[in-house]
């Protein structure tokens, strides 16, 4: 049976804020991206995150952004290489520490917002991504849109890559065989329903939903 991983933006909230929602997103999908502090999230969301995974037996992926707690305006942001490299670094280290404390490991990594733009369009940048992935764990994969520069780099360093189909409704959704996972934005108001959507379809087509890294 063919398999199709779905995925949803996790944990880039702070403490002490309502953790209701990511925990029923959490319910509804295979693969987790994690906010790792730069566009959101803290140490406390981080952990309760990958608890959230563990208990749901979701697969856990860094999600790596730009610096931007503060609300900066990203769109202006000058990203060099060397510098999205040593932030990626920085982020998978961090969440592969709660993941390995809870005897687990980064499945895949993806990026976030600007970041994920100019990565898309820059091969440079994201060959420095992919190495800095590489050299932590060469196991982890790199989700990102077939489109990307984001997936050549990451077939030239050696990683296995996925290819994601970001969606706001289900008729957008494809079924093609290119498509790896299916992505929502966990924050837009129809995010749940939208998943269950997914659900039923993928139950139609005769197609299981599961994490990228499944068996």
Known sequence: MRTIDISASIGAGFEGEN????????KR???ANIACGFHGGDPAVMQRSVDFALKYDVAIGAHLGLPNLMGLDQTIAKVSPKKAQVQALYQIGALSAFAAAADRRIQ???LH?????????????????AQAVASIDSEI????????QMIQA???????????????????????STIDSIAVDSEAPYALSLLDEIHRTLHKADI????????
Request: charge should be negative; glycine fraction near 6%.
């Open 19 to 26: 953790s209701a929602h990511d925990e029923k997103v959490m």
């Open 29 to 31: 999908i295979t693969s």
């Open 108 to 110: 895949h990594v993806k």
């Open 113 to 129: 917002g600007v970041l994920c733009d100019k990565a898309a369009d820059d091969y440079e940048l994201a060959l420095s991504i």
């Open 141 to 148: 994969i790199v989700l990102a849109a077939a489109d990307s």
């Open 154 to 176: 990451g077939k030239d360093v050696g990683l296995t890559v996925a290819c994601e189909q970001l969606i706001g409704s289900v008729d957008e959704l494809s079924l093609d």
């Open 208 to 215: 299981k939903a599961a994490a990228l890294n499944s068996d």
